[in-house]
């Protein structure tokens, strides 16, 4: 029983803030890295942000850099978003991933979705 289960979407203006978060069970996040992706509807997944199992790395896509931050707590076994300065362009499904270090993501969350109005 390996599930990702993500929080704290929901409907916002434009500007606002929110933080989203991942919550994993049948795995220990620490020996794993994790991302979020998102995907808006009739759109390909868009990569959005990364960390590594120690929280020393971390990566952004160029469409979210400076606006957004990932964070992980590995004590709690959850992983964060946080979604500064949103835009309508920013509206999707977020979706958290794992994977091991050294190989691609193969275990993902449900979604939860993000709405962000003009």
């Known amino acids: 029983q390996v599930q990702l289960v993500e929080s704290g979407g929901g409907l916002v203006q434009a500007g606002d803030s929110l933080r989203l978060s991942c919550a994993a069970s049948?795995?220990?996040?620490?020996?794993?890295?994790m991302a979020w992706f998102r995907q808006a509807p009739g759109k390909v997944r868009e990569f959005v942000a990364r960390?590594?199992?120690?929280?020393?790395?971390?990566g952004y896509g160029d469409s979210v850099k400076g606006r957004f931050t990932i964070s992980r707590d590995n004590a709690k076994n959850t992983m964060y978003l946080q979604m500064n300065s949103l835009k309508p362009e920013d509206t999707a499904v977020y979706y958290c991933?794992?994977?091991?270090?050294?190989?691609?993501?193969?275990?993902w969350g449900q979604g939860t979705q993000v709405t962000v109005s003009s």
């Open positions: 960390i590594a199992p120690s929280g020393e790395n971390t």
């Open positions: 049948g795995l220990t996040i620490s020996s794993y890295k």
């Open positions: 991933a794992a994977g091991m270090e050294d190989i691609g993501y193969n275990t």
